[in-house]
């Protein structure tokens, strides 16, 4: 079974400040990791993933996350938040070879203040 | 480009009803998922459909819920004899599947089910 870990229900930064949302995951396998932005009324929408390769995944609106694999992570950053990047966050994991569809964390919300 | 639609996108209906949840792709996509947002249980997994291979129905919930995709594109979430618990957002998503290649999956902007 594959799971995934938000420990953060919120978070809450400065405006300017840099932001970190974490995420870990268990799966039995190589993982697929992604990280999905949810604007209220609105549908999941796709940050970025890592498949392979480089450990340091660049993906939209400048957030990048780290794949670390010893410690089983995956966090989201971003060097210097907006207020509109306030939303709700979600880090799923698919298996290679495996079930293509994902399994989602609880979600982490953001909170940027001005 | 169009993304992926999702109708209706507010459904309220009465306990023991049945409901359908109506899905389009974005075109070219040749899988596509079914997921559920409830509060209580966060975004779970339904359905799964790629080509005209059989679907993958390892997160339906009960055997009241079943799905179908005709001709590779549109796809009907169908919920019989509908419970309270059945109230959650219903997301669609496509994605391109092409071999080993993982592709990110698309969402539409979901059908929220109120069931009364």
């Known amino acids: 079974a594959q799971s995934v870990a938000q420990p953060e229900d919120q978070v809450n930064v400065a405006e300017g400040n840099p932001l970190t949302v974490k995420c870990t995951y268990s799966v039995s396998g190589n993982p697929y990791l992604f990280w999905y932005v949810q604007y209220p009324n609105r549908g999941l929408q796709f940050l970025l993933k890592y498949i392979t390769g480089d450990n340091l995944v660049k993906g939209s609106y400048g957030f990048e996350a780290e794949f670390n694999k010893s410690q089983t992570s995956f966090h989201l950053k971003k060097p210097s938040a907006l207020v509109s990047d306030s939303a709700l966050y979600f880090c799923a994991v698919s298996i290679v070879g495996g079930r293509r569809a994902l399994t989602f964390g609880s979600g982490t919300r953001l909170q940027v203040q001005p | 480009g169009a993304g992926v639609s999702q109708s209706p996108s507010n459904k309220v209906t009465e306990k023991g009803k049945d409901v359908e949840l109506r899905c389009d792709p974005i075109s070219g996509h040749t899988a596509l998922y079914w997921y559920r947002q409830s509060l209580g249980q966060g975004l779970e997994f339904l359905i799964y459909f790629q080509g005209n291979s059989a679907p993958d129905k390892s997160g339906l919930p009960s055997d009241r819920f079943s799905a179908e995709r005709t001709g590779g594109s549109v796809s009907t979430l169908t919920i019989q004899r509908t419970q309270q618990e059945d109230s959650a957002v219903y997301l669609c998503?496509?994605?391109?599947?092409?071999?080993?290649?993982?592709?990110?999956?698309?969402f539409g902007p979901g059908t929220r089910l109120t069931v009364l």
């Open positions: 998503a496509s994605s391109l599947a092409s071999g080993g290649v993982y592709n990110e999956q698309f």
